[in-house]
């Protein structure tokens, strides 16, 4: 089994590389500066070259209250390239492990959330974020 791992550097990247590590799984893990996960073509590239049965996703623009004046570069990290992503994971047969965030929901519930729970975001970080969810969900039904 061969697993890519997009976002290696970040928080969560870190953390789910030491864990494949740790298990022995044979991961090629790429940091941002070495995959721009938003050039379309060279994700395409790199997916079809490496051919990996399971993609993980750990990458995104997180910089929540910097979203609100970068609004276009916060859909092209977290929406347009996850749809990229999920094409190129289903023209490959590849599984697609994507995280996502909180903040696809307004805050108000008190008692948490689950995947079934209606979607409400409240800051343009969030609809990013959600933009993506909902591309995997149409491309990788």
Do not use: W
């Amino acid at each position: 089994m061969k697993v890519f791992l997009i976002g290696a550097n970040g928080q969560l990247g870190s953390e789910v590389l030491q864990l494949a590590n740790d298990l022995n799984i044979n991961c090629e893990a790429f940091s941002s500066s070495e995959l721009d996960i938003t050039d379309h073509k060279k994700v395409s590239n790199l997916i079809k070259a490496g051919t990996p049965n399971i993609i993980i996703n750990a990458s995104a623009y997180t910089k929540v209250d910097e979203a609100e004046e970068n609004k276009d570069l916060a859909f092209k990290v977290n929406s347009h390239a996850i749809e990229n992503l999920a094409r190129c994971a289903l023209k490959n047969s590849s599984v697609l492990i994507h995280v996502s965030t909180d903040y696809v929901f307004c805050g108000s519930k008190k008692n948490g959330y689950d995947e079934k729970s209606k979607t409400n975001p409240k800051n343009v970080y969030g609809h990013s974020k959600l933009e993506g969810e909902n591309h995997i969900r149409s491309i990788l039904k």
